[in-house]
């Protein structure tokens, strides 16, 4: 009976994969885009038809205990518990144990020789993303911040660490999440097989503003991916107009190069995100709101009102024409 009642109750597990939001879109662990979250997908679907097979026979072999015969006999009693006690549960388990396993290597590393490195930290809430120099530059890393661009096809390995407390690196459709900490570094391996934006998370709660740490991650053509970081790595310069022109201006006025970089411009503090191209990118404050002039004003005005606890400071004090002059600088850092 006990046993009955543990099966009916892994009973809505079913149901729950059907209805979950993972099924399909840009972060779907069950919609896979590169080869580590394909193999997960595939352990996935084992362990749940295997789970569907072994719940449909004990609900099967127990209506047929009550209905038919009233109470086992003990001579195959020992046996039953034996073999469906032991026996199988410790095949299935060192079945499952032999893939994970053999899986582990190629999830976690070490990455095979001529793979795409990139570093990313995790900080108090976003994510600052860097590669090594297109022209192998060692002292200068192109920076950015909650966006990935990688080349489809090609491994890359990501070496992970934290400035502060413990996150975890998630991209559903692509890998298996890993845990990155202050003062050590952790590795994940992917290699991209389709085309397309997708979504990461961080998923390992961190703090206030822990559901707004969310990245972007573009798989592109090979040669798309190489005139991305090209781009990446020249300073800003370009100013549209006026507007931009005052804007850069407060920027300096502000103090906001004690806490930002912006290659080109005197900034050159890591505290917050790299800034030269923040024009390029797809959202601004991890994924909290979308990449345009008014958003940027928002989070000027108010971060912590739109993001619980962020670290930058409201520059609500100033006038609307600054606000909108330094969105507008910022905008046009493409
Ligand atoms: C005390 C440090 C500090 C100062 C000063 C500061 N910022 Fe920030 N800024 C941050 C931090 C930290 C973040 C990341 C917030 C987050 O996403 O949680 C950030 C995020 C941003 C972003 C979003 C970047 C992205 O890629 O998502 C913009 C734009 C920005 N700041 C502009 C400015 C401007 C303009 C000023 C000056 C008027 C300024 N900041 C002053 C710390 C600071
Ligand atoms: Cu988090």
């Not at 009102?305 to 910022?330: C, N, V, W």
Request: glycine share 10%; hydrophobic share 45%; net charge negative.
């Amino acid at each position: 009976m006990l046993n009955l009642i543990t099966y009916f109750y892994s009973a809505p597990f079913v149901p729950g994969i059907l209805l979950a939001d993972v099924w399909h879109g840009k972060h779907s662990a069950l919609e896979p885009a590169g080869t580590a979250a394909s193999e997960i997908a595939t352990l996935f679907w084992a362990m749940a038809v295997g789970a569907a097979v072994i719940w449909l026979s004990m609900i099967v072999l127990g209506v047929y205990c009550f209905r038919t015969h009233q109470g086992m006999h003990p001579p195959r009693l020992p046996w039953f518990i034996i073999g469906g006690g032991m026996a199988v549960p410790s095949v299935v388990l060192a079945v499952l144990l032999g893939f994970g396993l053999s899986a582990m290597p190629r999830l976690v590393g070490p990455a095979p020789e001529g793979s795409l490195r990139v570093h990313v930290t995790g900080e108090q809430w976003w994510w600052r993303v860097s590669y090594e120099h297109p022209q192998g530059l060692d002292t200068q890393r192109v920076e950015l911040a909650n966006e990935i661009h990688l080349p489809v096809d090609r491994a890359v390995e990501f070496v992970l660490d934290s400035a502060d407390v413990i996150h975890s690196f998630w991209i559903p459709s692509l890998a298996g999440k890993v845990d990155t900490f202050p003062g050590r570094e952790t590795r994940l391996v992917v290699t991209p097989t389709s085309e397309g934006v997708y979504q990461g998370i961080c998923a390992e709660f961190c703090g206030g503003a822990h559901a707004w740490m969310e990245f972007t991650v573009v798989v592109e053509s090979p040669e798309a991916f190489d005139a991305w970081l090209a781009e990446q790595a020249t300073p800003s310069n370009t100013l549209h107009d006026e507007g931009a022109t005052r804007g850069r201006t407060l920027f300096r006025q502000q103090g906001c190069g004690a806490c930002h970089s912006i290659r080109g411009n005197v900034a050159r503090s890591r505290v917050g995100p790299d800034l030269t191209h923040v024009g390029s990118r797809h959202s601004i404050a991890a994924g909290r709101l979308p990449n345009d002039r008014l958003s940027l004003v928002r989070w000027l005005r108010d971060p912590k009102g739109l993001k619980p606890e962020a670290l930058m400071p409201s520059f609500a004090m100033l006038s609307d024409e600054d606000l909108e002059s330094l969105a507008a600088y910022l905008h046009g850092l493409k």
